[in-house]
């Protein structure tokens, strides 16, 4: 894989989930716990892909379904599917906790500079704004994903 300029400032440790059958890669710094799924209390005219609030000891936390906001085809829930709660800057600054639904989680890897690619170029009509690059960890290519702009965005399509 190609080096890209910016690779050096986006090497670091990630979290690997499992979206669908794709992994993806959010920054550890992001990550606050991972919990085992639980009921989710739905919340009236929310887009679909906000499936709802969880109580997080005391604390009110939205929960968002990645497989939707990505619109990866949705699988059924298994026992390896879970919440990762994350802390993701809103576009005022403000930081906010935030669940994100993924599949399962795999691994925490330490990507290097040299394991890390820009995002192709995949034309005019393809949003690329979540993508911060792409790595190659153990002979897999994993998305890296900028979870401010994937959770924090103010409108939810």
Known sequence: MSQAP????????YLTVLIGRESYGIAVTKV????RL?????VPQMPACIKGVINLR?????????????????VLDTERTCIVVTQVKRPNGAECPMGLIVDGVEEVANLTAADLAETPDFGT???TAYILGMAHV????????????????EQFS
């Open 6 to 13: 910016a690779a050096a400032s986006l090497a670091g440790k």
């Open 138 to 153: 153990k002979g897999v290519v994993k998305t890296l994903l900028d979870l401010d702009r994937v959770a924090g965005a």
């Open 125 to 127: 009509t393809v949003d």
């Open 58 to 74: 005391g604390r009110i936390v939205p929960v968002l379904d990645l497989r939707l906001k990505l619109n990866v085809a949705e």
């Open 38 to 42: 639980q009921p989710i209390t739905g």
């Open 32 to 35: 606050r716990e991972i919990m």
